[in-house]
């Protein structure tokens, strides 16, 4: 009998829930069209209304404020087109990010590149306040866009939004968009506390199917629709027959997600049991707020591509701290920003926990991390 594998890669996708499963094979039955106004046509409205007052709940907002996509990266590059403005005002037409921001984000906006400045961030990970601050002094007067991620996927490293909005407002016409698709779900997130002016998320990366995904706005913005036209589904905001069956699965998911402190209890065993293991181990992002479920590390003189094939050959699904295209292993611009090394980087391995997470996955993982730091010190020991 095949013992069950340790998937350990949520920040990836993270599995649907069955309840989530269940929701979207009774959703499948629904013949009708959001936009139909007969009897199976109103059904299939209230199901679609029903999980956008479930998702605006997870996020601090009412079901109005929410823009339903295929995903983040859609929802991202729709905020990021030049669309998004206060009412009665111009759209921006100048972007700030920081450093550590997913592609979705660095690559995924319309601004012409002398628009776009790069705030740093430090050896942690956090956005450099000082460089914001002195980068919306130098625009006042401009109409600027700030686009900072909540929690970064690689590391798990949480920004301080709450002071990032503080300084936008201090500039009088910044708007600030953050890409949550990391954080939500995983921490709290709400929106109108925070004082943000928009943010995106991906309904996979909380137990939701995949190709589903918002916008949510706050009061007083708008977003004019800039990749989908056509229909007026969504308010008119993004065109295109909304996927009922996925978008009421992730209604589910975001009343289902939790904050159980049990990911956090769980990623640090982990990172105690690889450090008795070795002890030149790197958590990086160590010295900041991180996400509860996310633990980024690398071991000095492990490569990350060759641990990732031995993991999965021991039943346990991880990833590479750096950034993947096409199966292959790249070096992460995010611990770059950071200033890790490119020695180092090439080793980084990043667990994320998720809603089925147990102590079992993280012994198992111990166990073929084990086989792997033998192995390396062994060849250590030679090579001395």
């Avoid at 989530?20 to 007969?38: D, E, I, W």
Wanted: with cysteine; net charge positive.
């Amino acid at each position: 009998m095949t013992s069950p594998r340790a998937y350990l890669d949520h920040n990836a996708t993270s599995p649907v829930r069955p309840e989530v499963a269940a929701a979207v094979a009774r959703a499948l039955g629904l013949s009708g069209n959001p936009s139909s106004v007969h009897a199976e046509g109103r059904a299939a409205r209230a199901a679609l209304e029903h999980a956008r007052a479930q998702v605006g709940r997870l996020v601090g907002v009412g079901a109005g404020r929410v823009v339903f996509t295929s995903g983040g990266t859609e929802a991202a590059n729709a905020v990021l087109s030049g669309g998004l403005r206060r009412a009665g005002e111009a759209a921006p037409t100048r972007l700030i990010i920081g450093a550590t921001e997913h592609p979705c984000v660095a690559a995924g906006h319309r601004f012409p590149a002398d628009a776009v400045t790069v705030i740093p961030v430090d050896a942690h990970g956090v956005i450099d306040r000082a460089a914001l601050a002195e980068t919306l002094d130098r625009h006042r007067g401009e109409g600027v866009l700030v686009s900072v991620h909540a929690a970064n996927n690689e590391t798990g490293v949480i920004q301080p939004l709450a002071d990032i909005v503080a300084l936008a407002r201090g500039h009088g016409r910044a708007l600030v968009h953050s890409d949550a698709v990391q954080a939500v779900g995983k921490i709290p997130l709400d929106l109108s506390a925070l004082g943000l002016d928009a943010l995106t998320l991906s309904g996979h990366k909380f137990a939701a199917p995949r190709g589903v995904g918002a916008v949510v706005l706050a009061a007083g913005v708008t977003l004019e629709p800039a990749l989908l036209r056509g229909g007026g589904q969504e308010g008119r905001l993004r065109a295109g027959t909304e996927n009922l069956p996925g978008l009421v699965g992730m209604g589910v998911a975001a009343e289902m997600a939790g904050f159980g402190a049990h990911h956090e209890v769980l990623r640090d065993a982990m990172a105690a049991g690889l450090r008795a293991l070795a002890p030149d181990l790197v958590v990086f992002g160590v010295g900041a707020p991180r996400l509860p479920n996310t633990l980024s590390f690398a071991i000095p003189g492990l490569d990350a591509a060759t641990a990732l094939m031995a993991l999965d050959l021991a039943g346990v699904a991880l990833s590479s701290g750096s950034a993947c295209a096409s199966g292959k292993v790249a070096r992460s611009p995010v611990l770059a920003a950071m200033g890790v090394s490119p020695a180092l980087a090439a080793g980084a391995l990043r667990v994320s926990l998720g809603w089925n997470s147990t102590e079992s996955d993280g012994t198992r993982c111990l166990a073929a991390c084990e086989r792997l730091v033998e192995t390396l010190y062994r060849r250590r020991g030679r090579a001395a």
